[in-house]
């Protein structure tokens, strides 16, 4: 079972600054890998 981790972030062009909660799957180097897709209407 791979452990995920909750971490939040920043939506641009948004016109006041917004953070979106998004479940990124930690890597064994330390990094965290966020999901391959998002909301087509989001830009982080």
């Not at 064994?28 to 897709?37: E, N, Y």
């Amino acid at each position: 079972m791979t452990s995920t981790q909750t971490i939040y972030v920043e939506l641009l062009d948004e016109g006041v600054l917004v953070y979106r909660p998004v479940e990124a799957t930690p890597e064994p180097d330390g990094v965290l890998r966020l999901p391959a897709t998002a909301p087509a209407d989001e830009h982080g």
